[in-house]
């Protein structure tokens, strides 16, 4: 039996995803931003949280450094076990492909290749198979079985984002992050991404984090994590639309 160091957090209830005293600032001198001013939080597993705040107050900077796509000034990003801010551009890179599912505003499909293509790029290029079990599953689920050999100009924007939510999750990541997954959507087209986003949660105990400006979105989680001038000014636990939209509110007009 695996036993753990005394004082350490056992792995099972050790958070899927963790900032402590995370700072980042851009610029120096009179220019310097403090994006993030001391974060402490951690993301458990088989949760889905929405990070929320006013414009400019951190949300993607603690999203890409939490994601690997940026480095902290200082403090640390865990994923897992792993502090992220320890490691080089070569080992994030693999960290990014390997252990994190990625759903952007923008779909970010290659364009020259089919959905399926697409769908099992990161595998491919981590030379990994596929698992076709899970494969199969999630384009069932995702409602996309007609259009694999389809490219995305021959798809439509909810249609899209399905296959960049299969792509994320075929490798079966440690934490799927999401930033404005809905954002170019209609609205219907985007409550079945958040309903999808919502039962990989719950089917596959998928561990998800997006970033939203829109309470209703926040509403498809478990938990809203709510962010102010860089610093958590919030945490909110199954919150409905009306007590997030309050909650921001309350941000907005304390400011
Ligand atoms: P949010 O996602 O909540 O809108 P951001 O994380 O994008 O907030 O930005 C937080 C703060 O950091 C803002 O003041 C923003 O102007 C600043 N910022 C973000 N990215 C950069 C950058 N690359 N260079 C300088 N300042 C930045």
């Known amino acids: 039996m695996r036993t753990e160091q005394a004082g350490s957090t056992p792995v099972a209830s050790r958070p899927a995803v963790a900032a402590v005293d995370l700072v980042k600032v851009y610029g120096s001198g009179d220019t310097a931003v403090r994006a993030l001013d001391g974060v402490t939080v951690g993301f458990a597993r088989a949760e889905f949280t929405a990070i929320m705040g006013p414009s400019g107050s951190g949300k993607s900077t603690l999203m890409h450094c939490l994601a690997a796509l940026d480095t902290a000034t200082s403090g640390r990003a865990l994923l897992g076990g792993t502090d ?43 030379g990994r198979r596929p698992d076709r079990e899970l494969f199969g599953h999630l384009v069932g689920v995702l409602g996309i079985g007609d259009r694999l050999k389809h490219r995305p100009s021959e798809l439509s924007g909810g249609q899209q984002q399905r296959v960049a939510l299969a792509r994320a999750l075929v490798c079966r990541p440690e934490v799927v992050f999401a930033d404005e997954p809905t954002g170019n959507l209609d609205s219907r087209s985007g409550a079945e991404v958040l309903a999808l986003l919502r039962q990989s949660v719950r089917d596959l105990g998928q561990t998800v984090v997006m970033v939203t400006h829109d309470p209703n979105a926040a509403g498809y989680a478990d938990r809203v994590v709510l962010l102010a001038d860089g610093r958590i000014a919030g945490d909110l636990d199954q919150p409905g639309p009306d007590r997030v939209a309050a909650a921001l509110q309350q941000l907005a007009a304390a400011r």
Do not use: H, M, Y
Request: aromatic share 6%.
């Open 84 to 126: 992220l801010t320890r490691l080089g551009d070569r080992v994030l890179t693999k960290v990014r492909r390997e252990r994190i599912g990625f759903v952007f505003q923008s779909f970010n499909l290659l364009p020259q290749l089919t959905a399926a293509q697409n769908i099992t790029l990161p595998l491919d290029l981590s």
